[in-house]
């Protein structure tokens, strides 16, 4: 009879530890699994410190080069709806340029919310951001480190440009990637702003953001110094065959071999490395022609 009682009492306990188990695995949270459509975010996030929170990225997520390890999920113009869902994301986070619409309702309607931030304009807002994500994954001290590298980086780009006496004329050319062509950055744009943060300034005749370009346009803005963006100088084969496309050849930047290799993902949002990056604007657009 106590063999039967104690061994009555062992199934009972084991089978109480077992259900304890599951109610504690059910309540314990899972680990966030973010998918970013935003080049921005992308990279305040890996900043932060929580890359490993991202499940996937879009494409324009080149920064850092370990995003471009992770799964994609389109352009963040043209995104994938099944790509997404099939990363099982927690969450979806967006800066609001995205596309198609259609998209976004079918990764809602399975239940993957929407997560969407305010795209960062000025150096205010950009650590504004990066402590608004400091707070989202409980690093608010690096956010706030970042934020303060960030000014001071800017607060010497500033300082520096006065002792320019001299703004050159700068162009920067973009290929783009999905529409297979040439474009210039027009004056409204983030490249334009950090350009003239640098102490130089924007001769394009063109008020968009991007905007084809044609060898007029380039040839009347006379650019001293050409900004070109990886993907276009790799694949025109660097320097000489560049400087030999229409309309550039005919620039004073061209004439002087002053046509410079700059990362896209640098001169198209703002983010923690900003301020580092129109300091290396400043040394290129105000260096000595090459001979």
């Not at 099982?88 to 993957?112: H, L, M, R, W």
């Not at 025109?236 to 896209?264: C, D, H, M, S, W």
Request: proline share 7%; charged share 20%; net charge positive.
């Amino acid at each position: 009879m106590k063999k039967i009682f104690y061994a009555t009492l062992l199934l009972a306990s084991v089978a109480c530890n077992r259900f304890r188990n599951e109610e504690t695995a059910s309540t314990t949270p899972q680990p966030e699994r973010i998918v970013s459509v935003s080049k921005q975010l992308t990279e305040m996030i890996f900043a932060l410190g929580a890359e490993n929170r991202l499940v996937g990225v879009d494409l324009s997520s080149t920064y850092p080069a370990a995003a471009k390890k992770l799964p994609t999920v389109g352009y963040h113009r043209l995104l994938n709806a099944e790509g997404i869902i099939s990363l099982k994301p927690t969450v979806v986070y967006s800066d609001g340029n995205v596309a198609p619409a259609a998209v976004i309702t079918q990764v809602q309607k399975v239940g993957i919310p929407i997560k969407e931030f305010t795209p960062s304009k000025t150096i205010p807002e950009t650590c504004q951001l990066l402590q608004q994500l400091g707070d989202e994954f409980k690093q608010r001290p690096l956010a706030d480190k970042l934020a303060q590298q960030l000014t001071a980086d800017m607060a010497q780009a500033a300082a520096n440009a006065k002792q320019y006496p001299d703004h050159p004329k700068v162009v920067i050319i973009h290929y783009g990637l999905q529409k297979n062509i040439y474009l210039a950055m027009g004056q409204q744009s983030i490249g334009t702003q950090m350009v003239a943060w640098a102490g130089g300034v924007n001769s394009l005749n063109a008020a968009e953001g991007m905007k084809p370009i044609s060898p007029e346009l380039i040839a009347e803005a006379q650019p001293d110094v050409i900004l070109a963006t990886d993907f276009g100088y790799d694949r025109q084969g660097g320097l000489e065959k560049f400087k030999q496309l229409p309309g550039v050849a005919l620039t004073p930047a061209a004439k002087n071999n002053r046509i410079y290799r700059v990362e896209e993902h640098d001169m198209v949002y703002l983010g923690p490395r900003t301020g580092q990056n129109v300091l290396m604007l400043q040394k290129l657009i105000h260096q000595q022609p090459a001979r």
